[in-house]
């Protein structure tokens, strides 16, 4: 059984940590899963993490009063323009 965003070759059961200790089969370098694990960590490392509701970009802002919205158990109303 091949996993497609894991190793070429690997023991099972598999988990996130051993995702990056070698390289995957060469007919899935480009797979989507794998390239946004590594674009996030990049984006972290050159931007850091800013979830404040009051100064953080669209996105990390729109996570923060999602998860609030579902640990209060309210509707995540998103408004603006």
């Known amino acids: ?3 497609c965003i894991f190793l070429d070759s690997t023991t099972y059961p ?3 940590t051993i995702l990056h200790s ?4 060469t007919s899935n370098d ?3 899963k794998r390239l946004l694990e590594t ?3 990049a984006y972290q490392e050159q931007y850091g993490d800013n979830f ?3 100064d953080a970009y669209v996105i990390p802002a ?3 009063k999602c998860y609030i919205a579902k640990k209060e158990s309210k509707p ?3 408004v603006g323009s």
């Open 1 to 3: 059984m091949r996993t």
């Open 14 to 16: 598999i988990d996130e």
């Open 22 to 25: 070698r390289h995957p089969h």
């Open 30 to 32: 480009a797979y989507a």
């Open 39 to 41: 674009h996030c960590k």
């Open 52 to 54: 404040h509701l009051d």
């Open 62 to 64: 729109l996570i923060h």
């Open 76 to 78: 995540f109303i998103v």
